[in-house]
């Protein structure tokens, strides 16, 4: 058999999707899981599934050489919201196991590629709004923003020293229904059409003019296995601004009343909105796009589309038992 991919954080938000798409590529015997959650047995979406802390820099190198791991998604991590009220625990998550998996990848030879995640929460204050440029002012003043650019930072720092390939994304809010986000400031647009389907309202926690950078979840994965597809030479970054479509909550809120007439927001903003403050509202990807071809699908009104039917589809299911939330 082929050398095994890692997923690390692999019962979260984009773990999950990740695996399912990854399982049509390589197959699930080449998948190896590991999260912290307890997911009842050692197998999660039919791969093996180590249950441990991604801190624990020896049970990485052991997993890694156990099962001859070739590909690391690094994806654990604590997110923007839960790391305000956890700084500590988001930066010795968040750094701790970046340094392990960068150091496994330069000292085990069979490892040739790492995808780690950044995020819009790299940019602060000081950098504009609109049309964020690949290489700008990043002062970001969440414990979450700080750790995505010191990351930043370490993987570039690998690569240039040591030629770890390692490859990112800047992630905007990621969107999806197959499986729920995890305590980062836009998980309001996933929320939203649950609500709107169940309670036809919704008390958004974001001001109606928040602008964010958003992308379907489908568009994320993707993109992701292209950059990971791309020949190293073509790559100009360590990570790439990554971006599809930006909205205000308000202009959410509209989308989603062109399907449902009825459907009402109000707006309590808490200091999520205030994380959110800091970030921009759209971003230049223009270098994706240049160096390894990236293009983004999905619009605000299919997005709103495949949302509303999945959601809907989902709430069916878990009406009669089928499905329960990730
Ligand atoms: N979802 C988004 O919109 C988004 C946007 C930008 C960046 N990102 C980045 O993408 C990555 C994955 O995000 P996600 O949305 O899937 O997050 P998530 O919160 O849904 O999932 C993270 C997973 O990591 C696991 N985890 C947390 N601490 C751990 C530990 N100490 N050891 C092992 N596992 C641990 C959690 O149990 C969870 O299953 C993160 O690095 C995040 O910063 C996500």
Redesign the pocket.
Known sequence: MGGRILV?????????ELIQVLKGVVGEARIVS????DVGGSSWLDTVFIR?????RELLFRVVREFRVEVIY???????A?GERRPEEAWT??MD?LWHVLMIAKEVDHVRQVF??????VFGPTTPKERVPQVTVMEPNTI?GIT?LAGERLCEYFCRRWQVDVRGL??????SYR??????T??YAVEIFFAALREGRYTCYLSADRCLPMMYIDDAIRGTLELMDAPRSALRYTVYNFAAISFSPSELESAIRAHLPDFEVEYKPDYRDAIAAQWPCSIDDGAAREDWGWAHRYDLPALVKVMLEGVRQRIREEAVGLSSPS
């Open positions: 690390t954080g692999a019962c979260g938000q984009i773990g999950t590991l999260d912290i959650r441990g802390d991604v801190r624990d690094h994806l654990a991590a604590l997110l923007s839960t998550i968040n196991s780690w995640p950044s995020s819009i929460a979450y995505k800047r992630y905007p809010g990621l969107i499986s729920l986000p995890g305590g980062g836009t998980d």
